[in-house]
């Protein structure tokens, strides 16, 4: 019995009849790309009408043969005849030692034959040399970390608090429902679909809009900037707190003579906020007074952008090994700190103020726009990290589970550390409350001694040595209600837990102040903060290595360069950039950064990003796509969401994002030093310049390249497409060819483009064979698309 044999030839056809193939035994098929057709079994007989690719080598069965079980097959009705569209189905049939001692050759360079005793490289998929995942977990854990960053400790807990408590939970969840989990499982598709960066996957979905992955570039160059300075004032918080007492526990005292006199600025204040705005930053009191570099912030800069460098440089097997500890640890972190919370004296009271909803709240359109925001932001979604890291995944990877599952993990992590926060504001309220009662208790009996107040106003069973906020909360109902004429002279306030509570933190306001100060009253106080800020460096660099993947995989992928050079430029260009953040006055240009180079910018990149898919590619076929790579056809559910809704929504949201851009004053909150407290100021002329600067830098290659691309002046990237094998279809993956390899002159741009013609020097040289056959008479070819070459020719005419 004769053993099936296969073989391909680019560029000519064996001689099939005289057996100069080399190898032994009947052909069952032999698939040729010329220019003038295909040849196969029994004979060269080419189609002189059109040149083939066929899909996944269209390898058709022998006669009689049976179906390979378990297969992926695709029957289609030519000559009422099966085709076999899968070349492991038809490989299956061989013997391994033959099809391990067979030889492709292309372009006269030979493949021999597979070295024994070589383990395969795992780094590797689909052959087409683009690093893999080691495995699933690996690859869902740096999702995770890159989606679940800062944002999620210390953004998430004040849109509850501002937005209504746990009604604020209502929208947000209807919202990731809605534009969340659809929009974040687009960017995992297309990212598996193409196995390219944003660049790459915007390229070759609508060349036109391929300036869509250059503005998600440019996003996430502005956003590492100031996010890694966040990360160097966590590694700075973090070496502070290897002492005690802590140095942010107390204010510091200065030697006036033999006088010891607190700072007046701390004592304005109190010591947690000094020691962020006099002690870490050294702030200046205007964004137009640079002050100079602050050298303790600039060394801790410089750390954590050398950690950076190194985690991307490693790659993402290394990166990857990380992301078991990096992500897994902020978890431990937190159930430790809810644990530690729970014990603690208010604690119920702050969970209980966080989940009491005020629905009033749901009405207003306000909460449902920051809810939208978060969502896309949460998420990470425009960013292009979501985009690199699913384009390391294998082809037939089930990217809609990755999906669902990311975003509940997400969700979840928001709602755990809302509850960690406000476990820990409401220990640090009720301290507060506390500290209020006594110090407005000394002010009465003062007054009681100077008979200011008459003790008749004092209910009998109050105890000054031990009194509780609601016997104080008694006595000042009384004594506001008797001396209601002059109650505003005494100074006295009210102490209610619930104003403590209400008292809205967030941002670095929450992480290096109030829980900073929350944390002092711990027990082992530096142990706690040594893991609060080793958490925070963590989900940090979580986000910070995605967000370099966002800007080092396009880039890449594009160009020929070596990743550790590029990474390490990328790197030192960023620090020395980054030194703007670094000087007395740098936590200004964090804000503003914050608030105008990301908002704005990323929405219209995602919006684009949903339109060049849905409408421009075609839903149906995304659709069809994702069905050939998942093995299932995704819910209805998908299509009306990518088709109409979160369009829709995100309408809306830049809609609201503008009007509100439009209509709040553009300003900072600045430190004043005399006063010990924030002042809201607005940006002089030159910094309001920078702030729409940064909108219009970031959103300019979108007209750029669509215009330079409507006229040609740009070439639309289609030969840096990769290998991705579907049903009916072959991505080539053209940046891996060598020189000599002409299999480019192959590829159209269009449906209506004319390939280049093929040089004649293009052959097949079988094993055994001294010289190859030469092509003649070029044919040019026009029924192939972009990164499609479909088969079309019936199997009567083969």
Same mark, same amino acid.
């Given at each position: 019995?004769?053993?099936?044999?296969?073989?391909?030839?680019?560029?000519?056809?064996?001689?099939?009849?005289?057996?100069?193939?080399?190898?032994?035994?009947?052909?069952?098929?032999?698939?040729?790309?010329?220019?003038?057709?295909?040849?196969?079994?029994?004979?060269?007989?080419?189609?002189?009408?059109?040149?083939?690719?066929?899909?996944?080598?269209?390898?058709?069965?022998?006669?009689?043969?049976?179906?390979?079980?378990?297969?992926?097959?695709?029957?289609?009705?030519?000559?009422?005849?099966?085709?076999?569209?899968?070349?492991?189905?038809?490989?299956?049939?061989?013997?391994?030692?033959?099809?391990?001692?067979?030889?492709?050759?292309?372009?006269?360079?030979?493949?021999?034959?597979?070295?024994?005793?070589?383990?395969?490289?795992?780094?590797?998929?689909?052959?087409?040399?683009?690093?893999?995942?080691?495995?699933?977990?690996?690859?869902?854990?740096?999702?995770?970390?890159?989606?679940?960053?800062?944002?999620?400790?210390?953004?998430?807990?004040?849109?509850?608090?501002?937005?209504?408590?746990?009604?604020?939970?209502?929208?947000?969840?209807?919202?990731?429902?809605?534009?969340?989990?659809?929009?974040?499982?687009?960017?995992?598709?297309?990212?598996?679909?193409?196995?390219?960066?944003?660049?790459?996957?915007?390229?070759?979905?609508?060349?036109?809009?391929?300036?869509?992955?250059?503005?998600?570039?440019?996003?996430?160059?502005?956003?590492?900037?100031?996010?890694?300075?966040?990360?160097?004032?966590?590694?700075?918080?973090?070496?502070?707190?290897?002492?005690?007492?802590?140095?942010?526990?107390?204010?510091?005292?200065?030697?006036?003579?033999?006088?010891?006199?607190?700072?007046?600025?701390?004592?304005?204040?109190?010591?947690?906020?000094?020691?962020?705005?006099?002690?870490?930053?050294?702030?200046?009191?205007?964004?137009?007074?640079?002050?100079?570099?602050?050298?303790?912030?600039?060394?801790?800069?410089?750390?954590?952008?050398?950690?950076?460098?190194?985690?991307?440089?490693?790659?993402?097997?290394?990166?990857?090994?990380?992301?078991?500890?990096?992500?897994?640890?902020?978890?431990?972190?937190?159930?430790?700190?809810?644990?530690?919370?729970?014990?603690?004296?208010?604690?119920?009271?702050?969970?209980?103020?966080?989940?009491?909803?005020?629905?009033?709240?749901?009405?207003?359109?306000?909460?449902?726009?920051?809810?939208?925001?978060?969502?896309?932001?949460?998420?990470?979604?425009?960013?292009?990290?979501?985009?690199?890291?699913?384009?390391?995944?294998?082809?037939?990877?089930?990217?809609?589970?990755?999906?669902?599952?990311?975003?509940?993990?997400?969700?979840?992590?928001?709602?755990?550390?809302?509850?960690?926060?406000?476990?820990?504001?409401?220990?640090?309220?009720?301290?507060?409350?506390?500290?209020?009662?006594?110090?407005?208790?000394?002010?009465?009996?003062?007054?009681?001694?100077?008979?200011?107040?008459?003790?008749?106003?004092?209910?009998?069973?109050?105890?000054?040595?031990?009194?509780?906020?609601?016997?104080?909360?008694?006595?000042?109902?009384?004594?506001?209600?008797?001396?209601?004429?002059?109650?505003?002279?005494?100074?006295?306030?009210?102490?209610?837990?619930?104003?403590?509570?209400?008292?809205?933190?967030?941002?670095?306001?929450?992480?290096?102040?109030?829980?900073?100060?929350?944390?002092?009253?711990?027990?082992?106080?530096?142990?706690?903060?040594?893991?609060?800020?080793?958490?925070?460096?963590?989900?940090?660099?979580?986000?910070?290595?995605?967000?370099?993947?966002?800007?080092?995989?396009?880039?890449?992928?594009?160009?020929?360069?070596?990743?550790?050079?590029?990474?390490?430029?990328?790197?030192?260009?960023?620090?020395?950039?980054?030194?703007?953040?670094?000087?007395?006055?740098?936590?200004?240009?964090?804000?503003?950064?914050?608030?105008?180079? $990301?908002? &704005? !910018? %990323?929405? #219209? @990149?995602? *919006?684009?990003?949903?339109?060049?898919?849905?409408?421009?590619?075609?839903? =149906?076929?995304?659709?069809?796509?994702?069905?050939?790579?998942?093995?299932?056809?995704?819910?209805?559910?998908?299509?009306?969401?990518?088709?109409?809704?979160?369009?829709?929504?995100?309408?809306?949201?830049?809609?609201?994002?503008?009007?509100?851009?439009?209509?709040?004053?553009?300003?900072?909150?600045?430190?004043?030093?005399?006063?010990?407290?924030?002042?809201?100021?607005?940006?002089?002329?030159?910094?309001?310049?920078?702030?729409?600067?940064?909108?219009?830098? $970031?959103? &300019? !290659? %979108?007209? #750029? @390249?669509? *215009?330079?691309?409507?006229?040609?002046?740009?070439?639309?990237?289609?030969? =840096?497409?990769?290998?991705?094998?579907?049903?009916?279809?072959?991505?080539?993956?053209?940046?891996?060819?060598?020189?000599?390899?002409?299999?480019?002159?192959?590829?159209?741009?269009?449906?209506?483009?004319?390939?280049?013609?093929?040089?004649?020097?293009?052959?097949?040289?079988?094993?055994?064979?001294?010289?190859?056959?030469?092509?003649?008479?070029?044919?040019?070819?026009?029924?192939?698309?972009?990164?499609?070459?479909?088969?079309?020719?019936?199997?009567?005419?083969?």
């Amino acid at each position: 019995m004769h053993l099936p044999r296969v073989i391909l030839g680019i560029g000519g056809c064996p001689d099939l009849t005289s057996n100069k193939t080399g190898l032994g035994g009947s052909i069952h098929l032999a698939v040729c790309l010329t220019a003038k057709g295909t040849c196969t079994r029994q004979g060269s007989q080419a189609s002189p009408d059109r040149l083939r690719w066929c899909p996944d080598w269209l390898l058709r069965r022998s006669p009689g043969s049976p179906m390979p079980k378990n297969s992926k097959v695709t029957q289609r009705e030519h000559s009422n005849e099966h085709v076999t569209e899968s070349v492991a189905d038809l490989l299956a049939l061989e013997e391994p030692l033959d099809y391990k001692s067979s030889v492709m050759n292309v372009g006269g360079a030979g493949v021999g034959p597979a070295q024994k005793g070589k383990e395969p490289d795992d780094t590797l998929d689909n052959g087409d040399g683009r690093p893999a995942w080691n495995s699933k977990l690996q690859y869902i854990l740096a999702q995770v970390g890159f989606s679940v960053g800062l944002g999620n400790v210390w953004r998430f807990p004040y849109l509850c608090q501002k937005n209504g408590g746990g009604a604020y939970l209502v929208p947000y969840f209807i919202l990731l429902l809605l534009i969340g989990i659809p929009l974040f499982f687009l960017e995992l598709a297309v990212g598996q679909r193409v196995r390219r960066g944003s660049i790459g996957v915007w390229n070759y979905i609508c060349p036109r809009l391929g300036g869509v992955g250059m503005s998600s570039l440019m996003v996430s160059g502005f956003v590492g900037l100031y996010y890694n300075v966040i990360i160097g004032w966590s590694i700075f918080y973090f070496f502070q707190s290897f002492q005690y007492p802590l140095p942010w526990s107390e204010c510091p005292v200065r030697k006036n003579g033999t006088q010891a006199i607190v700072e007046p600025e701390c004592e304005k204040s109190s010591a947690t906020t000094y020691f962020w705005y006099r002690e870490t930053l050294n702030i200046t009191s205007t964004i137009a007074d640079s002050g100079g570099l602050n050298w303790r912030m600039t060394l801790s800069l410089l750390a954590a952008w050398f950690i950076v460098c190194l985690a991307v440089i490693k790659g993402i097997q290394s990166s990857g090994k990380v992301m078991y500890f990096s992500s897994l640890f902020p978890y431990v972190v937190l159930l430790c700190f809810l644990v530690r919370g729970l014990l603690l004296n208010g604690a119920v009271d702050g969970i209980a103020h966080m989940f009491t909803p005020k629905l009033e709240k749901m009405l207003e359109p306000q909460v449902w726009r920051e809810a939208a925001t978060q969502v896309f932001f949460a998420l990470g979604l425009g960013f292009g990290g979501v985009i690199a890291f699913s384009s390391y995944n294998k082809s037939d990877n089930n990217c809609h589970f990755d999906a669902v599952l990311v975003s509940i993990i997400n969700f979840i992590t928001s709602v755990l550390a809302t509850l960690v926060v406000f476990a820990v504001l409401g220990f640090k309220a009720n301290i507060m409350n506390e500290k209020c009662v006594v110090e407005n208790a000394e002010k009465i009996l003062g007054y009681l001694n100077s008979n200011v107040l008459s003790r008749d106003l004092i209910p009998p069973h109050v105890n000054f040595s031990h009194l509780s906020s609601s016997d104080y909360a008694e006595m000042y109902g009384v004594i506001k209600t008797v001396r209601e004429d002059s109650f505003s002279q005494l100074g006295l306030e009210p102490c209610l837990l619930e104003d403590e509570l209400n008292k809205a933190v967030q941002g670095t306001g929450l992480a290096f102040i109030a829980f900073t100060e929350a944390m002092t009253h711990f027990p082992a106080s530096p142990f706690w903060s040594v893991m609060f800020f080793f958490m925070l460096i963590n989900l940090g660099l979580g986000s910070m290595i995605g967000t370099m993947e966002g800007i080092t995989t396009p880039v890449l992928d594009t160009f020929k360069v070596r990743k550790e050079i590029f990474t390490v430029c990328c790197c030192i260009t960023a620090f020395i950039f980054g030194l703007l953040f670094v000087q007395r006055s740098g936590n200004y240009f964090v804000t503003m950064f914050d608030d105008y180079s $990301a908002g &704005l !910018p %990323l929405t #219209i @990149v995602v *919006i684009l990003e949903n339109v060049s898919v849905a409408w421009i590619y075609g839903t =149906k076929r995304f659709m069809q796509d994702l069905e050939d790579m998942l093995g299932f056809r995704p819910y209805r559910f998908y299509f009306y969401m990518w088709k109409y809704v979160s369009p829709l929504c995100l309408i809306i949201l830049i809609s609201a994002t503008v009007i509100e851009m439009a209509i709040s004053p553009p300003g900072y909150n600045a430190w004043v030093q005399d006063l010990a407290a924030e002042r809201f100021q607005s940006y002089p002329p030159w910094a309001l310049t920078m702030c729409f600067a940064l909108i219009i830098v $970031a959103m &300019l !290659p %979108l007209p #750029i @390249v669509f *215009i330079a691309r409507q006229f040609n002046l740009l070439s639309d990237g289609s030969n =840096k497409l990769s290998v991705s094998y579907k049903k009916g279809c072959m991505m080539k993956d053209m940046s891996n060819l060598e020189d000599h390899d002409e299999t480019r002159f192959i590829l159209s741009k269009n449906p209506s483009e004319t390939p280049s013609p093929m040089p004649n020097h293009r052959s097949y040289l079988g094993p055994g064979s001294t010289s190859p056959s030469e092509m003649t008479n070029p044919a040019p070819n026009s029924r192939y698309g972009t990164g499609y070459l479909m088969a079309t020719t019936p199997e009567s005419e083969l």
